[in-house]
Structures are given as C-alpha cells and as structure tokens.
C-alpha cells in the first residue's frame, strides 16, 4: 500500500495525454518538489478525466481515471488549491461530491 499523508486539488485543467514527466514539472512550479508521502490531483478541462501523482518516498507514481459518463466535482479554475482528507480522495475517485465530506463537511482552502 502507497502512504499517503497529504493531497493536493490542482485546479488549473491539464493535458490528459501528459506524462508523469509533465505532471512532475506541474508539481515542482507549483510546490519547488513533490513531497514524499503526497498526493497532488489533475483534472481535464472537461473533468471527466483526472490523474494522480504520488511520490511514495522512493519514486512517482502516476495514475489515471476516467469517466464514461458525467464528470467529477471540480473546483474553478481561479480558486485556491484544496487539500483533501483521505475519505475526500475515495469519493472523488469513485464520483461522489467529496465537498460534502469530511468533518462538517468544511475543506480547508489555502
């Protein structure tokens, strides 16, 4: 099982045809280094499609979902990244609205 301490909602749309390399790159603008143990979320401009990247402490993992139907819940582009609980990422995962989950229901916006 991968560890995971933290995870990151980007909320700016990424090229689903890009690679672990370009999703890195993302990450290292936005946060000068991916951190062991986190978790950083990508979405397409459509949100139907989104991809995790996940440095385990001793390489990065990149992995892809997508939907056939309908799209995930988003934040705008525009709006703070949010971080998200673990119970948060399950359901955002399988397409449940994450906003509504988690203690109070409250995510924290940095």
Same mark, same amino acid.
């Given at each position: 099982?991968?560890?995971?301490?933290? $995870? +990151? !909602? /980007?909320?700016?749309?990424?090229?689903?045809?890009?690679? *672990?390399?370009?999703? @890195?790159?993302?990450?290292?603008?936005?946060?000068?280094?991916?951190?062991?143990?986190?978790?950083?979320?990508?979405?397409?401009?459509?949100?139907?499609?989104?991809?995790?990247?996940?440095?385990?402490?001793?390489? $990065? +993992? !990149? /992995?892809?979902?997508?939907?056939?139907?309908?799209?995930? *819940?988003?934040?705008? @582009?525009?709006?703070?990244?949010?971080?998200?609980?673990?119970?948060?990422?399950?359901?955002?995962?399988?397409?449940?609205?994450?906003?509504?989950?988690?203690?109070?229901?409250?995510?924290?916006?940095?």
């Amino acid at each position: 099982m991968i560890r995971i301490d933290q $995870i +990151w !909602l /980007a909320v700016e749309p990424m090229d689903m045809r890009a690679g *672990t390399e370009t999703a @890195l790159a993302r990450v290292v603008k936005g946060f000068g280094a991916a951190q062991p143990h986190h978790a950083y979320l990508f979405a397409n401009r459509r949100t139907n499609r989104i991809k995790v990247l996940v440095h385990d402490g001793i390489g $990065i +993992w !990149l /992995a892809a979902r997508r939907l056939n139907k309908g799209g995930f *819940t988003w934040p705008r @582009l525009g709006t703070p990244d949010v971080p998200l609980t673990d119970e948060q990422l399950q359901a955002l995962v399988i397409g449940l609205p994450w906003q509504r989950i988690g203690p109070g229901g409250i995510i924290d916006v940095l």
